[in-house]
């Protein structure tokens, strides 16, 4: 057993703030959203008011008048490039400076001495993104992804508030619940047959762009079960000459209805179409993965999937869900969006995410965890988020150079908790780290 004392200093998780990473840039609201009206957005815990500056960009300042403290984004925008709080009419430009005080006249003496907090902002793609930290903004491209800054890409969106906490949702996509929790969705349905996690729980980290991605498994050729199924297999299995019932001792089977492979059928031909097509991205800064301060990235081959999850607040988080495709022709940009509109939209970032959803929000996380081999994942991210913690998002491009220098291939498994996999019984754990021995051998 591992000591309380060892056990509180492997439990990192009180190092990610309730409150997220300041120091990074986070999408906020759709450009179309800012209209006449300025609009009030909680995030990171702090309430912010956005409306365009005098050259029709949305500007971020703090949503709390500096004066008496009321709301700003309660006012009006009476002159171009400006918001006036609805107390006292003191009115704020673009940089969050008082420009005029409309209760007190033209011959005030405030204006040019108060200052609102300014959040910087940068709108790209339709999406206007804000720096949070106290410090300098680091360059937006570290930040946000590769494709919104290509001219030819087309990201589409989807934005849902949560009652859960950020750093549940994130964690949500490092670990092995997929195969049971969506079980019954029309996305899993798609993919075949249900193969654990654990049957093959071989890790391999390969670092991406201020973050990571772990690979599970081995190569096909390598006796890795998690492949692509085809009509052989299904009648096969229909024949009962391959297993699809897990037996659990004890318990007997696990009734997952081989009838329902009926529906993998129709989904055959076009996930081997989609599977020989050429990954989204070569850019080993922005492929599958997570990313600091709280994403999620799957390349589809068909489009680049991301989820980002931003505090809100304590208990609360911001989904927003970029869907990217690169059309050719403005004819393909229309059929991107109506099949986004149609299907994708609702299988993935709907019924998929709200089966996630309704399990997480009356998660804890703040009770003693008891993790299994397949939890490696999560050691993996809480282990960056000490290192961003203690040292600063600096130390990502250290990690950058460092990562960058090796095959991503043949990067090796390291940094994992090893008090903890031991205690949930691994016994030769540098075997499994190396991704010689699985998790329930």
């Known amino acids: 057993m591992v000591s309380e004392t060892k056990r509180t200093d492997l439990d990192r998780r009180e190092l990610a703030p309730a409150s997220g990473l300041r120091e990074f840039w986070y999408p906020a609201l759709l450009d179309k959203k800012v209209g006449k009206k300025p609009v009030r957005l909680r995030m990171l815990g702090e309430e912010l008011c956005f409306f365009r500056d005098d050259k029709g960009k949305v500007a971020a300042l703090s949503d709390v008048c500096p004066h008496r403290g009321a709301s700003l984004a309660q006012g009006d925008c009476h002159f171009k490039g400006t918001v006036a709080c609805p107390y006292h009419g003191w009115v704020f430009d673009g940089e969050g400076q008082c420009i005029s005080v ?45 494709e919104f800054f290509e001219k030819e890409s087309q990201v ?17 996509s490092m670990d092995s619940h997929v195969y049971y929790v969506h079980r019954d969705s029309i996305l899993m349905f798609a993919r075949g047959p249900l193969d654990p996690y654990g049957r093959s729980p071989r890790i391999r980290p390969v670092f991406v762009g201020n973050g990571f991605n772990v690979i599970w498994g081995d190569l096909q050729a390598q006796g890795n079960p998690r492949r692509s199924w085809g009509f052989k297999d299904y009648f096969n299995i229909m024949r009962g000459k391959l297993p699809y019932q897990d037996t659990h001792k004890g318990l007997g089977r696990w009734p997952k209805s081989k009838w329902r492979l009926l529906l993998n059928w129709v989904f055959v031909p076009a996930n081997k179409r989609r599977w020989s097509r050429p990954p989204t991205t070569t850019n080993p800064l922005w492929g599958a993965g997570h990313h600091l301060p709280g994403m999620f990235r799957t390349d589809m081959r068909t489009h680049m999937y991301t989820r980002m999850c931003v505090p809100i607040g304590e208990g609360s988080t911001r989904i927003v869900y970029y869907h990217t495709t690169r059309p050719g022709s403005l004819l393909g940009r229309i059929y991107e969006r109506v099949q986004f509109l149609l299907w994708h939209n609702w299988v993935m970032n709907i019924q998929f995410s709200n089966q ?5 929000v009356p998660q804890r996380y703040d009770t003693q965890e008891k993790l299994s081999g397949t939890d490696a994942e999560i050691i993996q991210w809480r282990k960056l ?57």
């Open 156 to 172: 589409l969106y989807r934005i849902a508030d949560w009652p859960v906490d950020w750093r549940v949702a994130l964690e949500n």
């Open 385 to 441: 988020l000490q290192r961003v913690a203690i040292e600063g998002r600096e130390v990502l491009k250290d990690l950058q150079a460092e990562h960058l220098a090796k095959e991503m291939d043949t990067t090796e498994a390291e940094g994992f908790a090893v008090d903890q996999l031991q205690e949930q019984g691994l016994e030769d754990v540098p075997k499994f780290l190396a991704g010689s021995v699985s998790g329930d051998d």
């Open 102 to 146: 409309l209760s007190e006249g033209p011959n005030s003496r405030i204006p040019g001495k108060v200052q609102a907090r300014k959040y910087p902002t940068q709108t790209l793609k339709g999406m206007v993104f804000v720096w949070t930290g106290d410090s300098e903004p680091a360059p937006i491209q570290e930040d946000v992804p590769e």
């Open 356 to 360: 996630d959803a309704k399990i997480m």
